[in-house]
């Protein structure tokens, strides 16, 4: 059975860039798309992005030109990098990578990372 | 980019049956996928391409897509049924995720 774990720090800076890993277990990271979600408080899920095995990526148009994602076969992990806006904490929300329906058959969630964003 | 509408809230008595829409352009022509949230916990799916029930999820969760409109149906409702719902779909078109805004079940 698939697992996905988030990692990173929890705390960063305005103006700042947020990185986060999942490391995926249980099964093989190839053949599947690779998506971050967030959300913030109080607030519903939004889809961040994705990236497939072979690296090839597709973002949210709302973040397109702050996100980037790699993927690292060998370690079965792959990452988030957001370039934070300076002087808001519009960032702050828990991050969850995932398998989801619809671009795979595989529907499998980490528990999710909070991430606040302050000075 | 498409756009998946949901209402705000659904409230429904225990034993009842509660019915939460997502509405989308000609939503019928795509595969809508349902999700459960509970506080402090990831979404667990509950229905997929419309209507799938996904291993260990119960009956009594049921799922259709029509015209503009797609529906997760939920029967005999349960305490422990309550929680957020959002609605999922995979725009082929560009190759997006989109999410509904989600539904907030409350049990009477």
């Known amino acids: 059975q698939v697992h996905l774990q988030e990692s990173g720090p929890g705390l960063v800076k305005p103006s700042e860039t947020l990185s986060l890993t999942c490391t995926v277990s249980?099964?093989?990271?190839?053949?599947?798309?690779w998506n971050w979600i967030r959300q913030s408080p109080g607030r519903g899920l939004e889809w961040v992005g994705y990236?497939?095995?072979?690296?090839?990526?597709?973002?949210n148009p709302s973040l397109r030109s702050r996100v980037s994602t790699s993927v690292d076969t060998s370690k079965e992990q792959f990452s988030l990098k957001l370039r934070l806006i300076s002087v808001t904490a519009a960032d702050t929300a828990v991050y969850f990578c995932?398998?989801?329906?619809?671009?795979?058959?595989?529907?499998?969630w980490g528990p999710g990372t909070t991430v606040t964003v302050s000075s | 980019s498409y756009v998946l509408t949901q209402p705000p809230s659904v409230s429904v008595a225990p034993g009842k049956t509660a019915r939460i829409t997502c509405g989308g352009n000609?939503?019928?022509?795509?595969?809508v996928h349902w999700y459960q949230q509970k506080p402090g916990q990831a979404p667990v799916l509950v229905v997929h391409?419309?209507?799938g029930r996904p291993s260990g999820v119960p009956e009594r969760f049921s799922g259709s897509n029509s015209g503009n409109t797609a529906t997760l149906t939920i029967s005999r409702v349960e305490a422990g049924d309550e929680a957020d719902y959002y609605c999922?779909?995979?725009?082929?078109?560009?190759?997006?995720?989109?999410f509904g805004g989600g539904t907030k079940l409350t049990v009477l």
């Open positions: 995932a398998s989801l329906w619809g671009p795979n058959d595989m529907d499998v």
């Open positions: 999922q779909v995979w725009d082929s078109s560009n190759d997006h995720v989109v």
């Open positions: 990236i497939y095995d072979n690296g090839s990526a597709n973002y």
């Open positions: 391409d419309d209507s």
């Open positions: 249980g099964g093989s990271i190839t053949n599947y798309y």
């Open positions: 000609k939503i019928e022509r795509k595969s």
